[in-house]
């Protein structure tokens, strides 16, 4: 059942950031598909941290780093790369990113972590 609510928050993120009329940010990012874009803004600004651990962030691609998280996993993750959370800053130090480039980031990053629940969709 928990597995469905977030399969449901996945899915339901995805098409929001599918659906979401923004201007990506940054040079790379500009007229790419929601999905790619999330990849290049994980890659332009969260994979500095995401990728070792920096600050205590959790590791992109090692489940057992987000375990004991929020079972909202989404939400909670895009309001953190939101708002900035601990060591994190509000939207990886880059304030013109968009909400939807956020929310693409963390479905991206997500994704890496937990990638046999992106089959399941």
Do not use: N
């Amino acid at each position: 059942m928990r597995q469905i609510g977030w399969l449901l928050m996945v899915a339901t993120a995805l098409t929001v950031v599918a659906c979401a009329s923004h201007e990506p940010t940054g040079a790379d990012v500009d007229a790419v598909t929601p999905p790619v874009a999330g990849q290049v803004t994980y890659e332009r600004l969260c994979a500095s941290c995401h990728e070792k651990g920096v600050g205590g962030a959790p590791v992109a691609g090692d489940p057992s780093a987000w375990s004991g998280r929020s079972s909202l996993w989404l939400a909670v993750l895009a309001e953190h790369a939101k708002s900035g959370y601990l060591q994190m800053p509000p939207k990886g130090g880059d304030e013109a990113l968009s909400d939807a480039d956020i929310e693409a980031a963390t479905v991206y990053m997500l994704s890496l972590t937990f990638p046999d629940r992106q089959r399941d969709q």
